[in-house]
């Protein structure tokens, strides 16, 4: 079992009391992910803000809200599974909004460097917005073409995580640095993994 399945399994262990009480509300997967999403929003804005205000305080806060907002990600497909609510445009609604709410936290991580003149900051932002979306991308393409494709370094979670640490500790230390270096990480895993599943289709299609 590597570290990811068993942090899944612990959290599960830790959420399956409230995805009880969802079911039995009538709570559906779709409501959650569209609460994730609205919160991720909501970071967005308050990136922004925080932006607006040189507010270290409130990317600290963003940083918390966006780890909070990662939950919703994970109980969307446990309520789907346990509540046997499983459906394609399930699937598909929690893909979209899923890109949507990475971009939409990225968009307003830009806005703090564009606001503290930081040329450099936008511009390696930017690349980690293009590496998260080219992983999804390749991993549905290759989806498309019957090929599972979830090797990689930094897939979507890691990332979340990595992204609301980061702002966390620059609110608490005042220190843009640190977001910076967390949107580098991600600028260089983030591609690195998507040209990783590019080379494994194409193994995968020549063994075909």
């Not at 699937?91 to 909004?97: H, T």
């Not at 930094?154 to 609301?164: G, K, Y």
């Not at 500790?169 to 640190?178: E, H, K, P, V």
Request: glycine share 8%.
């Amino acid at each position: 079992m590597n570290y990811r399945d068993y942090l899944q399994k612990v959290i599960y262990a830790i959420i399956n009391p409230l995805i009880n009480g969802m079911i039995k509300v009538g709570v559906t997967p779709n409501i959650i992910t569209a609460i994730g999403f609205l919160l991720n929003a909501v970071a967005a804005v308050m990136f922004c803000v925080a932006a607006k205000e040189n507010s270290y305080a409130m990317i600290g806060w963003t940083g918390a809200l966006i780890l909070f907002a990662g939950l919703f990600d994970m109980m969307d497909g446990r309520l789907a599974r346990v509540g046997n609510m499983s459906s394609a445009f399930g699937a598909l609604w929690d893909s979209v909004l899923d890109r949507y709410s990475e971009l939409l936290s990225l968009f307003g991580i830009s806005c703090i460097f564009f606001v503290n003149h930081d040329f450099w900051g936008i511009v390696i932002t930017f690349l980690a917005m293009m590496g998260s979306v080219m992983v999804s991308y390749v991993r549905a393409r290759a989806e498309g073409l019957n090929i599972e494709c979830k090797v990689g370094l930094l897939q979507r979670p890691e990332r979340v995580v990595l992204t609301a640490v980061a702002a966390i500790l620059a609110g608490i230390f005042s220190c843009l640095d640190i977001l910076l270096g967390a949107m580098l990480v991600i600028a260089v895993l983030a591609n690195l993994t998507a040209f990783w599943r590019v080379a494994h289709c194409y193994r995968a299609l020549s063994s075909k």
